[in-house]
Protein backbone atom coordinates (compact mmCIF):
# COMPACT_ATOMS: atom_id res chain seq x y z
CA UNK A 1 0.00 0.00 0.00
CA UNK A 2 1.38 3.57 -0.95
CA UNK A 3 1.89 6.33 1.66
CA UNK A 4 -1.46 8.45 -0.33
CA UNK A 5 -3.52 5.09 0.36
CA UNK A 6 -2.50 4.96 3.75
CA UNK A 7 -3.10 8.71 4.68
CA UNK A 8 -6.61 8.22 2.48
CA UNK A 9 -7.17 5.00 4.96
CA UNK A 10 -6.58 6.78 7.96
CA UNK A 11 -7.24 10.45 7.58
CA UNK A 12 -10.72 9.42 5.22
CA UNK A 13 -12.25 6.65 6.19
CA UNK A 14 -15.43 8.75 5.34
CA UNK A 15 -14.63 9.94 1.99
CA UNK A 16 -13.45 13.83 1.17
CA UNK A 17 -15.34 16.52 1.36
CA UNK A 18 -16.40 19.28 -1.49
CA UNK A 19 -17.02 22.31 -1.37
CA UNK A 20 -18.23 24.80 -4.51
CA UNK A 21 -15.13 27.06 -5.68
CA UNK A 22 -17.07 30.04 -4.18
CA UNK A 23 -17.30 28.76 -0.77
CA UNK A 24 -13.25 28.17 -0.41
CA UNK A 25 -12.19 30.92 -2.78
CA UNK A 26 -12.26 34.38 -3.35
CA UNK A 27 -13.79 34.65 -7.00
CA UNK A 28 -13.45 38.10 -9.38
CA UNK A 29 -12.60 38.24 -12.73
CA UNK A 30 -10.18 40.68 -14.60
CA UNK A 31 -10.26 43.87 -16.15
CA UNK A 32 -8.23 46.39 -17.82
CA UNK A 33 -7.39 49.78 -16.78
CA UNK A 34 -7.99 52.51 -19.47
CA UNK A 35 -5.75 52.77 -22.47
CA UNK A 36 -6.05 56.23 -23.12
CA UNK A 37 -5.48 57.16 -19.77
CA UNK A 38 -1.29 57.49 -19.64
CA UNK A 39 -1.79 57.67 -15.35
CA UNK A 40 -2.74 54.46 -15.41
CA UNK A 41 0.33 52.53 -17.39
CA UNK A 42 2.93 54.82 -17.25
CA UNK A 43 6.18 53.69 -15.00
CA UNK A 44 3.74 50.92 -14.14
CA UNK A 45 5.49 48.08 -11.63
CA UNK A 46 1.81 45.95 -10.85
CA UNK A 47 2.40 42.88 -12.83
CA UNK A 48 -1.01 42.74 -15.59
CA UNK A 49 -1.36 38.79 -16.83
CA UNK A 50 -2.75 38.12 -19.31
CA UNK A 51 -2.73 34.94 -21.43
CA UNK A 52 0.08 36.25 -22.89
CA UNK A 53 2.47 35.82 -20.14
CA UNK A 54 1.07 32.45 -19.45
CA UNK A 55 1.78 31.29 -23.17
CA UNK A 56 5.36 32.86 -22.96
CA UNK A 57 6.44 32.11 -19.68
CA UNK A 58 4.32 28.65 -18.14
CA UNK A 59 1.90 28.09 -15.21
CA UNK A 60 3.59 29.44 -12.30
CA UNK A 61 4.76 33.02 -13.22
CA UNK A 62 6.32 35.94 -11.01
CA UNK A 63 5.80 38.95 -13.14
CA UNK A 64 3.76 39.68 -16.47
CA UNK A 65 5.39 41.28 -20.13
CA UNK A 66 2.98 44.55 -18.93
CA UNK A 67 2.23 46.35 -15.90
CA UNK A 68 -0.28 49.22 -14.66
CA UNK A 69 0.71 52.06 -12.23
CA UNK A 70 -0.80 51.77 -8.14
CA UNK A 71 -3.06 54.41 -10.10
CA UNK A 72 -4.91 51.94 -12.26
CA UNK A 73 -6.03 49.78 -9.84
CA UNK A 74 -9.37 49.25 -8.89
CA UNK A 75 -9.49 48.76 -5.26
CA UNK A 76 -6.69 46.59 -4.67
CA UNK A 77 -4.22 44.39 -6.31
CA UNK A 78 -5.03 40.00 -6.25
CA UNK A 79 -2.98 38.05 -3.29
CA UNK A 80 0.37 36.56 -3.96
CA UNK A 81 -0.84 32.83 -4.40
CA UNK A 82 -3.71 33.50 -6.41
CA UNK A 83 -4.85 31.58 -9.35
CA UNK A 84 -5.97 32.56 -12.87
CA UNK A 85 -8.16 30.87 -15.01
CA UNK A 86 -8.89 31.33 -19.09
CA UNK A 87 -12.61 31.94 -18.97
CA UNK A 88 -12.63 34.14 -22.37
CA UNK A 89 -11.40 33.53 -25.62
CA UNK A 90 -8.73 30.68 -24.69
CA UNK A 91 -10.79 28.63 -22.58
CA UNK A 92 -8.83 25.83 -20.43
CA UNK A 93 -5.26 26.78 -18.87
CA UNK A 94 -4.64 28.39 -15.18
CA UNK A 95 -1.75 29.62 -14.03
CA UNK A 96 -0.38 30.44 -10.37
CA UNK A 97 0.41 33.92 -9.33
CA UNK A 98 3.25 34.08 -7.05
CA UNK A 99 3.32 38.18 -6.45
CA UNK A 100 0.83 40.55 -5.70
CA UNK A 101 -0.98 41.44 -9.39
CA UNK A 102 -4.07 42.81 -11.35
CA UNK A 103 -5.10 40.32 -14.58
CA UNK A 104 -7.10 40.83 -17.50
CA UNK A 105 -11.08 40.74 -18.24
CA UNK A 106 -10.08 37.63 -20.08
CA UNK A 107 -9.50 35.64 -16.81
CA UNK A 108 -11.02 34.40 -13.51
CA UNK A 109 -8.86 35.41 -10.67
CA UNK A 110 -9.51 33.09 -7.59
CA UNK A 111 -7.49 32.95 -4.02
CA UNK A 112 -8.14 30.66 -0.87
CA UNK A 113 -10.24 32.73 1.25
CA UNK A 114 -8.81 33.36 5.04
CA UNK A 115 -11.31 30.76 6.47
CA UNK A 116 -10.05 28.11 4.38
CA UNK A 117 -6.14 29.03 4.59
CA UNK A 118 -5.81 25.90 6.89
CA UNK A 119 -7.78 23.64 4.72
CA UNK A 120 -6.67 23.48 1.71
CA UNK A 121 -2.95 24.12 -0.03
CA UNK A 122 -2.46 26.47 -2.98
CA UNK A 123 -0.29 24.34 -4.52
CA UNK A 124 -3.08 21.19 -3.66
CA UNK A 125 -5.39 23.63 -5.93
CA UNK A 126 -3.24 24.28 -8.23
CA UNK A 127 -2.79 20.81 -9.27
CA UNK A 128 -6.78 20.39 -9.07
CA UNK A 129 -7.03 23.30 -11.25
CA UNK A 130 -6.49 21.10 -14.43
CA UNK A 131 -9.99 19.40 -13.21
CA UNK A 132 -10.97 22.92 -13.36
CA UNK A 133 -9.88 23.57 -16.71
CA UNK A 134 -11.47 20.42 -18.31
CA UNK A 135 -14.64 21.65 -16.56
CA UNK A 136 -13.98 25.54 -17.80
CA UNK A 137 -14.21 24.12 -21.95
CA UNK A 138 -17.35 22.17 -21.26
CA UNK A 139 -19.30 24.81 -19.38
CA UNK A 140 -19.52 27.95 -21.95
CA UNK A 141 -22.00 30.05 -22.74
CA UNK A 142 -22.27 32.23 -26.30
CA UNK A 143 -21.31 35.48 -25.99
CA UNK A 144 -22.16 38.82 -28.96
CA UNK A 145 -18.37 37.46 -30.46
CA UNK A 146 -16.59 35.10 -28.16
CA UNK A 147 -17.49 32.35 -26.17
CA UNK A 148 -17.09 32.47 -22.28
CA UNK A 149 -17.51 30.20 -18.84
CA UNK A 150 -20.66 30.93 -17.27
CA UNK A 151 -19.18 32.68 -14.25
CA UNK A 152 -21.87 31.15 -11.79
CA UNK A 153 -21.55 27.50 -13.38
CA UNK A 154 -17.48 28.12 -12.22
CA UNK A 155 -18.27 29.35 -8.96
CA UNK A 156 -20.39 26.16 -8.08
CA UNK A 157 -17.96 23.75 -9.27
CA UNK A 158 -16.60 21.43 -6.56
CA UNK A 159 -13.36 21.02 -5.26
CA UNK A 160 -12.39 18.17 -2.92
CA UNK A 161 -10.83 19.33 0.36
CA UNK A 162 -8.95 16.51 1.57
CA UNK A 163 -6.83 16.47 4.96
CA UNK A 164 -3.77 18.52 4.44
CA UNK A 165 -1.67 15.35 4.73
CA UNK A 166 -3.62 14.24 1.66
CA UNK A 167 -2.99 17.23 -0.10
CA UNK A 168 1.15 17.06 0.91
CA UNK A 169 1.36 13.86 -0.87
CA UNK A 170 -0.69 14.24 -3.78
CA UNK A 171 1.48 17.48 -4.44
CA UNK A 172 4.68 15.61 -4.32
CA UNK A 173 3.33 12.91 -6.03
CA UNK A 174 2.43 15.54 -8.94
CA UNK A 175 5.36 17.58 -8.90
CA UNK A 176 7.63 14.89 -8.95
Not at 87 to 110: D, M, R, S, W, Y
Not at 116 to 122: L, T, V, Y
Request: proline share 6%; with cysteine.
Amino acid sequence: MSKLDELIKELCPGGVIFKRIDQVCEVQNGYTPSKSEPLYWDNGDIPWIRMEDIRKNGRVLNDAIQHISSKGVRGKTFPPNSLVFATTATIGEHALIKVPFVCNQQLTHIHIKESFANRISIDFLFHFAFEIDKFCINSTKGGSTLLAVDLNKFKSFAIPLPPLPVQREIVRILDT
